[in-house]
């Protein structure tokens, strides 16, 4: 059976036609999944930053642990110290208030306590000062993560240096009271 004239260039027309439109499914298909393999792998880039990150942060919250552990270590150690310090204050002042009657005693006394009472000011100002530094890096290094690391260094070695002045203070009464 022969094909009529008319519908032969149909027929070549829709295979043209067919043959176009599969050329542009497979172009957007391609298109399709370059783009897919392009985004794939963007987000496996995010991916891995984002658990760079974590990690990062993961360290530096382990570390602001230890050091927040440090700390409050230190907090107890110059509690304690202040503890003694007043105890032994009072030990010494009733002691020497009972030493004698006379003017002379009573003014060496007085002379004594004065210097004792000026070196104990200093060392429970000095012991405040370190115990308030001590409480605020505590609380700083709670919340690490909202403050610069450097700060927190710095912060760190400013109370070092505070509660060091604590300790010479200290230091400086107990040879007052050897006298």
């Known amino acids: 059976m022969a094909t009529p004239p008319a519908a032969a260039p149909r027929r070549r027309t829709a295979v043209v036609v067919l043959a176009v439109a599969l050329v542009l499914v497979l172009a957007l298909g391609t298109l399709l999944a370059v783009r897919l393999v392009t985004t794939t792998r963007a987000w496996e880039r995010t991916a891995a930053d984002w658990e760079e990150l974590a990690r990062t942060h993961g360290t530096q ?3 602001a642990q230890v050091d927040l552990e440090a700390a409050q270590a230190e907090l107890s150690d110059t509690q304690a110290q202040l503890a003694t310090a007043q105890q032994r204050i009072t030990e010494l002042a009733d002691e020497k208030a009972r ?6 005693s009573q003014q060496q006394l007085a002379d004594y306590q004065a210097r004792v009472s000026e070196a ?10 370190c115990i308030d530094g001590q409480e605020r890096l505590i609380g700083y290094l709670r919340e690490s ?31 007052e009271l050897d006298r």
Do not use: K
């Not at 104990?120 to 012991?127: I, K, R």
């Not at 993560?145 to 009464?173: S, W």
């Open 61 to 63: 919250l382990a570390q």
């Open 99 to 104: 030493l004698g009657d006379t003017t002379a």
């Open 120 to 129: 104990a000011g200093q060392v429970a100002t000095a012991l405040a000062n």
């Open 145 to 175: 993560d909202r403050y610069d690391p450097a700060d927190l260094e710095r912060f760190a070695t400013d109370v070092d240096r505070v509660c060091g002045a604590a300790t010479d203070a200290n230091a400086e009464l107990q040879r």
